[in-house]
């Protein structure tokens, strides 16, 4: 069993940053994919993007592409979440997850933190 615990959220205007970090406790995190997902009110939770567990590999969905960074540290047991040039669009809850395999769709991770509030105001 793996606890994902996700802060950095908050307020923040348009073409500001935030970084997100979820602390992992509780399992072996490097023998885990890290991926990033967010839900914004009234529309389904969608991909973000992943790391793989050495932390060489990363993608990233094309609407934040060039703008979030995703950052892992094996010895601390966490995972980051950059993000740069943020706007309205980017407002929702952001949740870490972990899983098994480089995917990109929810259902295929494991274990999930309880997400944080990211709001972008015009």
């Known amino acids: 069993q793996v606890q994902l615990v996700e802060s950095g959220g908050g307020l923040v205007q348009a073409g500001g940053s935030l970084r997100l970090s979820c602390a992992a406790s509780?399992?072996?995190?490097?023998?885990?994919?890290m991926g990033w997902f967010r839900q914004a009110p009234g529309k389904e939770r969608e991909f973000v993007g992943f790391?793989?567990?050495?932390?060489?590999?990363?993608l990233y969905a094309d609407s934040v592409k060039g703008r979030f960074t995703i950052s892992r540290d094996n010895v601390v047991n966490t995972v980051a979440l950059q993000m740069n040039n943020l706007n309205a669009e980017d407002t929702a809850v952001y949740y870490c997850?972990?899983?098994?395999?480089?995917?990109?769709?929810?259902?295929?991770?494991?274990?999930w933190g309880q997400g944080t509030q990211v709001t972008v105001s015009a």
């Open positions: 790391i793989s567990r050495s932390g060489l590999s990363t």
């Open positions: 509780g399992g072996t995190f490097r023998g885990y994919v």
């Open positions: 997850a972990a899983g098994a395999n480089l995917v990109v769709t929810a259902r295929h991770y494991d274990y």
